[in-house]
């Protein structure tokens, strides 16, 4: 049990349980509950974009089905390979030490879950399942983005209520205070920190509300993922800089690996997004103000290319047209096929 305050924003001290409720002798944890909330949600956004997609609903139901099943173990792989220690088990024999072992590696119930680890498991089942499907894998990512947005904003705040997942001490206004409460209701701990989580709960909350703006308005396929990559990238590579319960590499504390990772995503996400905009640009130059494709221009591109384009149209006349041009007629395409 906690007790949670604000002291710089003049809100005092309220208490927080990990547990919500217990059924038949089973706590039944706040994260959890969250966590589901946040799926559910991320789902029923997810079925609005797939529509606008055209994307079926069955195959919506089946991508989000692996999405959510291996994400959740691409999260938990992820957490136990940054901190394996937390899971090795000791003390018994040989064989009950691995028999332990297992047994806190698949307890995701006691906690132990890494966002990142999430995203990258349910990155590589997405395109398994575009590619069964037959679905633009670009069109599955820019409705998986801001759906995933939706689990972190709301999930965030199960670490809120498991009082984790905050950052180093520090006296800015926004400081968030947390009181530890033993069994016996005495105070063990106490100590001022970053709010982390909320941090990232609101920066999740801002790119969302930004990317279901434009969403409809985006200019390829592809564009809202790199945004998100951009935009949570960023954000968390700052925010988790001031955390003080990162994983890192080799225990090397310089090293976070979440941090680098999401660097690494938002200067891939902007590198694809120019690309993007890059090929866009040069549709543009292909194609006249009427739409129509203008062969001075694509000759220009081909040639700045490096593709041969002198003759081009000879070469594509076959025998027949050239004998139907030289009887004076015009093959207008009105035949039956």
């Not at 710089?8 to 990990?18: N, P, R």
């Not at 956004?45 to 195959?59: I, L, M, P, Q």
């Not at 040069?282 to 490096?306: F, H, R, W």
Request: net charge neutral.
């Amino acid at each position: 049990m906690y007790e949670i305050s604000f002291p710089g924003l003049g809100i005092d001290g309220f208490t927080i349980k990990s547990v919500a409720f217990t059924i038949f002798g089973k706590d039944i944890m706040w994260y959890g509950i969250l966590i589901c909330i946040g799926m559910i949600l991320a789902y029923l956004y997810a079925y609005s974009r797939a529509k606008f997609e055209g994307v079926k609903t069955d195959d919506l139901l089946d991508l989000g089905f692996f999405v959510i099943l291996f994400g959740i173990v691409g999260a938990r792989l992820y957490y136990v390979l940054f901190a394996p220690t937390s899971f090795v088990a000791t003390g018994g024999s040989f064989w009950e030490n691995i028999g332990d072992t297992i047994v806190n590696v698949v307890s995701i119930w006691n906690g132990g879950l890494a966002i990142f680890g999430g995203i990258l498991a349910g990155f590589a089942t997405a395109l398994v399942v575009a590619k069964i499907k037959k679905i633009h894998f670009p069109v599955i990512l820019d409705i998986l983005a801001p759906s995933v947005m939706i689990g972190q904003i709301i999930g965030r705040w199960g670490n809120f209520m498991n009082a984790e997942a905050y950052g180093s001490e520090t006296t800015v206004p926004w400081r968030m205070g947390i009181k530890r409460i033993s069994a016996d209701g005495l105070y063990t701990s106490s100590i001022e920190v970053h709010p982390t989580f909320l941090y990232e709960s609101l920066w999740n909350l801002i790119g969302f509300i930004l990317i279901s703006i434009f969403y409809k308005k985006k200019k390829f396929n592809g564009q809202v993922f790199y945004f998100y990559m951009i935009w949570y990238g960023l954000g968390r590579a700052v925010i988790e800089g001031l955390r003080s319960d990162s994983l890192y590499i080799a225990g090397n504390e310089n090293l976070r690996v979440s941090q680098i990772l999401a660097a690494a995503a938002c200067v891939a996400g902007i590198v694809f997004m120019t690309v993007g905009f890059m090929k866009l640009k040069k549709k543009a130059a292909l194609a006249g103000a009427d739409g129509m494709v203008q062969p001075e221009k694509v000759s220009a591109v081909m040639s700045a290319e490096g593709i041969p384009t002198e003759n081009a149209q000879e070469d594509k006349t076959t025998e027949a047209e050239k004998t139907d041009t030289s009887r004076g007629k015009i093959n207008d395409g009105s035949q039956d096929h």
